[in-house]
């Protein structure tokens, strides 16, 4: 089998395809054979030394990599349900970046009919980063306003959809004129380009009693003001920094990570008894293992899929021998969608 394996933190030129054994499966697990390899922010964070919990689960080297389609070609004991040449598409805590993986079969789902290997390797980890922040830490309901920012992104737009799907209003916020479009097309209700709008203004003009839901991956740039426009019992959620890394390079700049840790505001747990607020914030990595979870998420989110109420997002396709191309496309943070390795 090839994976591409980094061996230390650093930029691109980390990224390097070897030749390894192909995996056995062990009982309860099977071997896929990948046709499409989803690319998500966090594997340029891995690949920087950044990520906790790649330090935490795996150590150097380490193969990135959340997320897959192929086709079964091995099975372990123990694997009920699944078939050889069946194809599926699922999750992994880091690896992913391989020709072939072995994986516990409660990560393994049917691939939806009518799509392609490239939609379903894009699908699991935003829509299971979305279903997770809307649904299991927040309760929403028909009619609540939700704020989105990256809406345009890859969980910004399966964010938008979920929220959507559950009866609510989405204003998106986006950071260029080329994603306008792209949020309007998730389902957004209003979309602010940051750009042309004064955000500040155009949050209390939407929504002057404040918003039920803020998600918000930004970090020191706009947590502080998410949680402002957060309405009384509203719910911040947390699920990233992106605004502590420079946009365009492939280092960490320290001085900047430091300076905008320094600005992260840490929120007081009085001032949100007092007023009603709430904030949260999660890592998806901890969560695959939970079987049951990740079963009732993906039974919602597929049930949704066949009722045409979300769909696949806007994709780019990359050679898997080209990597260093779908992480510098992540880093502009000009990309919309996602980005998908093909083997």
């Not at 194809?87 to 079969?105: E, H, I, N, S």
Request: charged fraction near 15%; aromatic fraction near 8%; proline fraction near 6%.
């Amino acid at each position: 089998m090839r994976a591409i394996q980094i061996a230390r933190a650093g930029g691109h030129e980390q990224l390097r395809v070897v030749e390894l054994p192909c995996p056995e499966p062990a009982p309860g697990q099977a071997r896929v054979e990948t046709r499409a390899i989803g690319v998500n922010y966090a594997d340029c964070i891995v690949r920087m030394g950044l990520y906790a919990s790649a330090k935490e689960y795996v150590g150097w080297p380490i193969t990135p990599g959340f997320e897959f389609s192929g086709t079964i070609d091995a099975l372990g004991e123990q694997t009920q349900g699944l078939a050889l040449g069946q194809d599926v598409f699922g999750v992994t805590r880091f690896g992913g970046y391989a020709t072939q993986l072995a994986v516990p079969a409660h990560q393994l789902f049917a691939l939806p009919r009518g799509w392609s290997h490239a939609q379903a390797a894009s699908f699991p980890t935003v829509f299971l980063t979305a279903w997770y922040a809307l649904r299991e830490l927040c309760k929403l309901r028909p009619g609540m306003r939700i704020l989105i920012h990256s809406a345009a992104g890859g969980v910004g737009c399966a964010a938008t959809q979920v929220a959507v799907a559950c009866g609510c209003e989405v204003v998106a916020v986006v950071g260029a004129p080329h994603k306008v479009q792209v949020a309007r097309a998730s389902g957004a209700a209003h979309v602010i380009d940051r750009t042309e709008e004064r955000l500040e203004t155009a949050l209390a003009a939407l929504a002057p009693k404040g918003f039920d839901v803020v998600l918000d991956p930004n970090g020191p740039d706009t947590l502080a003001q998410s949680y402002r426009h957060l309405g009384p019992g509203g719910r911040l959620i947390v699920y990233g920094f992106h605004t502590l890394m420079s946009r365009g390079k492939d280092r960490p700049n320290y001085l900047k990570l430091l300076m905008g840790y320094l600005r992260t505001p840490r929120f007081n747990p009085f001032d949100m008894n007092q007023h009603n607020k709430a904030v949260l914030g999660f890592n998806l990595s901890y969560l695959f293992e939970r079987g049951p979870l990740l079963a009732e998420a993906m039974s919602e989110l597929m049930f949704w899929v066949d009722a045409g109420k979300i769909w696949p997002l806007p994709l780019t396709e990359v050679s898997f021998d080209d990597a260093a191309r779908a992480h510098l496309a992540l880093e502009s943070g000009q990309s919309v969608g996602k980005l998908v390795l093909i083997p």
